[in-house]
């Protein structure tokens, strides 16, 4: 089936694209929606502008429109985006969000487009897991939640972060793959990519509890190589 994934570069929705390549499915474009609002409904806001880069090294095709971030504005600038694209239907990186799936749902029933949501449901640490175990390289762009501080920003989601990520799951009830809002991500390796994406340049923004890591300035480099020891 020919699809369009909704994609704003951060974990969930890179993810979903890659589950649904491994059903044999082919992903024909990428499409964002870049929203003038910081607190968007529906919308990735931080670091929306990594997508261009993002799509270059996934070789897929970028299309993107910006909103208004109006509330219902948001849902109708999906289908202008979508409505002219030779697709059978669209990938969504939902886990829990009713308001987001029920939104995309309408607009593919309107469009006559099938929705696939690979991610819907999942317990959120049995995702965590793979997706690490998956070979994905994401980094926490923004935290806004109890529990978080500035040292959070810009570290890598692995092992090890996913372990203190359960202890703040423990004492302030955050979800773990972040679908309450409490942390954003950017992707920046994964199987999908050509090249990895190298951080040149970039600045914390933090204001009482909460902040973002803007990526200001990044490249493509070749993506390491592992080497397996002689047994």
């Given at each position: 089936m020919k699809l369009a994934a909704l994609?704003?570069?951060g974990k969930d929705s890179t993810y979903a694209v890659w589950l649904v390549q491994q059903q044999g499915h082919t992903i024909d474009y990428l499409a964002t929606i870049h929203s003038k609002k910081d607190d968007s409904y529906m919308y990735h806001t931080i670091n929306i502008g990594l997508t261009l880069i993002q799509s270059q090294t996934m070789k897929m095709k970028l299309v993107s429109k910006e909103s208004s971030g109006e509330k219902e504005k948001e849902v109708h600038?999906?289908?202008i985006v979508l409505k002219n694209l030779p697709i059978e239907g669209i990938v969504c990186g939902a886990i829990a969000s009713e308001y987001q799936q029920k939104r995309v749902a309408k607009v593919c029933k309107k469009l006559g487009l099938k929705?696939?949501?690979?991610l819907w449901k999942v317990k959120p640490d049995k995702y965590m897991t793979e997706l690490i175990e998956a070979g994905f390289k994401s980094i926490i762009t923004g935290v806004f939640a109890d529990g978080f501080d500035k040292s959070w920003l810009g570290r890598e989601i692995d092992s090890t972060c996913l372990n203190d990520l359960k202890k703040l799951e423990k004492k302030y009830k955050i979800n773990l793959?972040?679908?309450g809002g409490e942390f954003e991500t950017a992707v920046l390796d994964c199987p999908l990519f050509d090249q990895a994406i190298e951080i040149k340049?970039?600045?914390?923004?933090?204001?009482?509890?909460?902040g973002f890591l803007e990526i200001k300035d990044v490249h493509l480099v070749p993506k390491k190589k592992q080497i397996k020891g002689y047994v």
């Open positions: 994609f704003s570069g600038d999906i289908e929705l696939l949501t690979p793959a972040g679908e340049d970039s600045k914390i923004h933090w204001e009482k509890n909460s």
